[in-house]
């Protein structure tokens, strides 16, 4: 079957360091993967989207790489700041979208 | 420009009971998706709507129907209301494309005594 994981539950990093969060899966080959951002009691939020032919996304302080061969894909956010503190979910899609179970990112001052 | 709407916020239901969640698509979108999402967890994806029929649906009973209106808001019923049915239920709206990121909207606490 199918799975998606997002290989640390939680994650606790110093302000100004780089956040590295990994999404792992099987048994699918998406077309696109994207990432977002959800804060607690709220939806989530988009943050990136990287296609199946694409290895490397930025914009601004985040980065996204996906490797289809390792059918993996790495987040990063550069100089963290305690406002990135959130829950980060990896999400995969084809003909509809499948998400992971989140990693925990909290960035302490 | 609102975006995903989602009414109402929190229910509180009984177990055996139904209930019917409601959902308004960002301005201009016309696919909308339902997820749940238990404490802890990733969103699961329940069902899409799209031009008014179910387009795809994820692993979920029957016991989970929905419909999509003519102007694209949608529904999600769940019958017969089970204590594992507790969760925050979202709605997502986007463009008819796979590819399209999501617009979530805040969700619907779901509470099953």
């Known amino acids: 079957s199918q799975k998606i994981e997002q290989n640390s539950e939680a994650l606790n990093i110093q302000e100004g360091k780089t956040a590295t969060l990994t999404c792992n899966y099987t048994n699918y080959s998406p077309a696109y993967l994207q990432w977002y951002r959800q804060d607690p009691g709220r939806g989530p939020v988009f943050l990136l989207l990287?296609?199946?032919?694409?290895k490397e996304k930025r914009k601004e302080r985040l980065k996204v790489t996906f490797d289809t061969t390792l059918k993996q894909s790495l987040f990063h956010i550069t100089a963290s700041q305690p406002a990135d503190s959130a829950t980060y979910l990896c999400a995969l899609s084809r003909n509809d979208m499948r998400f992971g179970a989140g990693t925990r990112l909290t960035v302490k001052p | 420009d609102a975006g995903v709407t989602q009414s109402p916020t929190h229910l509180i239901k009984t177990r055996g009971q139904q209930v019917t969640l409601r959902c308004s698509p960002k301005s201009g979108h016309d696919t909308v998706s339902w997820y749940q999402q238990a404490l802890g967890q990733g969103p699961q994806f329940i069902f899409q709507y799209y031009e008014e029929e179910e387009r795809q649906r994820g692993n979920f009973p029957d016991r989970f129907s929905g419909h999509q209106f003519p102007n694209y808001s949608s529904e999600l019923n769940v019958n017969a209301l089970l204590l594992g049915d507790s969760a925050l239920y979202l709605c997502?709206?986007?463009?008819?494309?796979?590819?399209?990121?999501?617009?979530f909207g805040s969700g619907t606490q779901l509470s099953v005594l």
């Open positions: 990287i296609r199946e032919n694409e």
């Open positions: 997502a709206s986007s463009w008819d494309r796979a590819d399209e990121k999501l617009f």
